[in-house]
């Protein structure tokens, strides 16, 4: 009895050991992740203090340039970092997650996912089999909430609406990465003019051009190359910043401790009237950025950025802004140039280099995600084809997009060298930045009822909250309009157009193979009086069909009625996730009988995953996939394990290429002139039956060649081990890629908007951007592409 209870306290004490190893080990990754974010999350954010006092004071205030100004200024930058940061995305936004991705898409993701509201009709039963398509513990709607979302189910004007504000709020993102460069800048540029600086607004001006140039011009290197800097220096920025802000406090007026009381902001009011309502749009640049916290949550985690602003960046603001307001109180005559007449004489010139530095950084950070959001617009169909670089290994989502990048140095230098002024670039800033806000706020209300399942009073009571502190910030910068509000709302509607007509014309078309697909039954009857030849090889039939036989197809047989041995009909479609795993990633059916070998293979992908595949692994993946779908349906036939689809009459199943019972062996064999150079040797899995080995001939000296053999296995079966060989022979053959080059244009009957959306704007954006191809990797040789119209 004591051997066990020594032995008990013994197991006990080592998992009380491991559990304490294992929660030190969870810390230190938070406490890793919430330094690291400094630099990427919060690097807009942080160089708030650059420019807000001025541009609140300037041209807004000047007949109220007095203390109680100054301590209601800092009282109304306090109490608005402390609700709309702090509460609405600290405590809220963070835990609204699509499975550990943030942003605007996010939220419309899950609303698709828990709502039939996207307007592409390609949603499939066996999308929701996903590991990632599930959110939160199973509950029941409320009746109110069933109204509603059957309201916006029923009506697509209202999905319509729906889509257009979310691409209004990616639009605005997309502004930011054109302002916040341009504003950070020039802001941290004009501490050229101060403490000796003789620099005048001209050379000041071309100093900030000159590293906006830089700034794009680097960005080909990816951020992965420098983003080593990137957190000490915001590190050093926010230490710099709090102690300046602590020694100015005590040092100029330490009475401004009193401005933390929101009696100050009232007084405020009453004093300044309308002039202080319409200085709010300078205050709220002192919020910029915190949709950055959100957007940026994939890359780091909940607990790692929440860490990062309470216990960094919230101090460090707010002890920062504290001393600039104690120090404007008795120096009223910096109120327009508030950041750096407040540094002392002794460090003003390294205080420059740290402001440069953090402004760069903050810049970098935004311009990152400009490139993530367009490529998230991609991804679900609202945006056109455009190369996407990788630029980096470890960190997924280092991207570069050469055609987007050169875009924004343009408007950002066009923004600097027109407005030569951070004031009027802060009231374009501040509406493209409480926009986003204010539609995000939106969005999160309608997850509270459609995903969280909460009543649809505590999401009109968060609405109603933010929407009416966010309000009256939006409308006292929408009154700046015409001092340079204008451009936020022009680039907005332009990138929106843009996108709406893409997504617009892509459904249409969508739409019109969906009406115009046929059933594999029409096909076999039509055999008989085209008489139709089988050649050997494997067809891979691209289309945007996850069911039937898409239009191309049949105008490519009913005038050339010949086809493959080995035909399947692959569709690569989005689903609303941020990823989808590899094990998940293939859902495979056959489409006729078992003679006819023909297949379907839907490749899924999320709307962050990268859909690129180098060489041969995306041909060899969906060969693999068909060898362990004969497999499973050899196995499983009788049972559940492949199911009906409810649309047309084929099995379907979701296979893996990963860990599979039966997998492929390959053998790479290149030869230069009739010599063996190199072999190599990758074996899948050890019980394998299938042995590949491929050579096909180089256009240049070396040709690779194409055999497989099939091994000797007792337990399969004749018909299996039959159409494996079918399976290999035809790989032995070749792969050739059917594609349609379709042209879309409206009907003759269709409305003048409509034939303007069609003819004049999607036709030229497909004629313009990147062939579908290349975004698929195909390569030329062994393509071959159906021309057709499509009249929609």
């Not at 006092?53 to 807004?60: I, L, P, Q, R, V």
């Not at 592409?120 to 509950?139: C, K, V």
């Not at 060489?615 to 049972?639: K, L, P, V």
């Amino acid at each position: 009895m004591e051997t066990e209870t020594s032995a008990s306290t013994s197991t006990w004490t080592h998992h009380r050991s491991r559990q304490f190893w294992w929660s030190r080990l969870f810390k230190n990754r938070n406490l890793t992740l919430a330094c690291q974010s400094l630099g990427v999350v919060y690097g807009d954010l942080s160089v708030s203090p650059l420019y807000v006092y001025s541009s609140t004071f300037k041209w807004k205030l000047q007949n109220h340039q007095n203390e109680d100004a100054v301590f209601g200024v800092f009282s109304l930058i306090f109490w608005t970092f402390t609700l709309i940061p702090l509460i609405k995305y600290v405590l809220i936004l963070l835990t609204a997650d699509d499975n550990g991705e943030g942003g605007t898409f996010a939220l419309y993701s899950l609303l698709c996912r828990h709502t039939n509201l996207s307007l592409i009709p390609n949603r499939q039963a066996e999308d929701e089999e996903l590991s990632a398509y599930n959110y939160g513990p199973p509950t029941t709607n409320t009746t109110a909430s069933s109204l509603l979302k059957g309201v916006l189910e029923k009506h697509e004007k209202l999905r319509i609406a729906l889509l257009l504000v979310v691409l209004f709020g990616a639009c605005m993102v997309i502004g930011d990465g054109v302002f916040t460069p341009a504003i950070s800048v020039l802001s941290a540029s004009s501490g050229l003019q101060y403490n000796g600086g003789k620099l005048n607004n001209e050379e000041v001006l071309f100093l900030a051009c000159v590293i906006l140039v830089c700034l794009f011009a680097l960005q080909h290197y990816g951020t992965h190359k420098v983003a080593f800097l990137f957190a000490p220096i915001v590190i050093i920025w926010l230490v710099s910043i709090f102690i300046i802000g602590l020694y100015n406090t005590l040092y100029w007026n330490p009475m401004v401790f009193a401005a933390l009381s929101p009696t100050y902001i009232v007084k405020f009011f009453r004093q300044t009237g309308k002039e202080g309502w319409i200085s709010l749009g300078g205050i709220l640049l002192s919020i910029t950025g915190s949709e950055a916290m959100f957007a940026d949550l994939g890359h780091f985690t909940a607990s790692s950025i929440r860490l990062a602003f309470v216990f960094t960046i919230y101090p460090c603001l707010v002890v920062q802004y504290m001393g600039q307001a104690a120090f404007l109180s008795k120096n009223l005559s910096s109120l327009t140039q508030s950041f750096y007449p407040s540094i002392p004489d002794r460090i003003y010139w390294p205080m420059f280099v740290i402001a440069t530095l953090a402004a760069i950084v903050g810049s970098q950070a935004v311009i990152t995600a400009t490139f993530s959001i367009i490529k998230q617009c991609h991804a679900l169909g609202c945006f056109p084809r455009i190369k996407i670089i990788h630029t980096s290994r470890h960190i997924y989502g280092q991207i570069y997009i050469p055609e987007i990048n050169w875009i924004l140095m343009i408007l950002c230098l066009a923004i600097t060298i027109g407005f030569k002024d951070t004031t009027l670039i802060g009231n374009a800033y501040g509406i493209a930045c409480m926009s986003v806000m204010f539609i995000t706020t939106f969005l999160m209300a309608l997850v509270i009822i459609f995903v969280w399942k909460r009543s649809i009073i505590l999401a009109a009571a968060f609405l109603l909250f933010f929407w009416f502190i966010e309000g009256i910030y939006l409308s006292s910068a929408f009154i700046k309009v015409s001092q340079g509000g204008w451009v936020p709302l022009v680039l907005s509607t332009i990138f929106m157009a843009i996108m709406y007509v893409w997504h617009y014309g892509t459904r249409q078309k969508y739409e019109f193979e969906l009406h115009n697909k046929v059933s594999m039954n029409w096909l076999l009857n039509l055999s008989g009086c085209l008489g139709l030849a089988r050649v050997p090889g494997i067809g891979l039939v691209y289309s945007d069909l996850a069911t039937g036989v898409p239009a191309i197809f049949t105008h490519f047989i009913t005038n050339f009625p010949t086809f493959h041995e080995v035909l399947i009909f692959v569709c690569v479609k989005s689903v609303p996730v941020p990823y989808v795993s590899t094990e998940e990633r293939f859902l495979v059916g056959r489409i006729c009988p078992t003679p006819y070998k023909m297949y379907r293979c839907i490749v899924r992908y999320g709307y962050k995953d990268i859909q690129q595949d180098n060489g041969d692994s995306f041909e060899n993946q969906i060969i693999q996939s068909i060898a362990e779908f004969i497999r499973m349906e050899e196995q499983f036939s009788s049972t559940s394990e492949i199911s009906e689809s409810s649309h047309l009459d084929e099995r379907v199943a979701i296979i893996s290429t990963r860990a599979t019972p039966l997998s492929l062996t390959w053998i790479d064999t290149d030869l230069e002139v009739d010599t063996i150079q190199s072999s190599t040797t990758s074996v899948l899995n050890t019980s394998s039956s299938i042995r590949l080995a491929y050579e096909e001939e180089n256009p240049s000296i070396r040709r690779r060649q194409v055999r497989l053999q099939l091994e000797s296995n007792p337990s399969m079966s004749p018909s299996m081990r039959e159409e494996l060989m079918d399976l290999i022979q035809a790989k032995a053959a070749g792969i050739t890629y059917i594609m349609g080059h379709s042209y879309v244009k409206a009907h003759k009957s269709s409305s003048f908007l409509k034939k303007l959306a069609i003819d004049m704007g999607y036709s030229v954006l497909r004629q313009n951007c990147r062939d579908s191809t290349w975004a698929l990797d195909i390569p030329h040789i062994g393509l071959i592409q159906v021309g057709m119209i499509y009249y929609v």
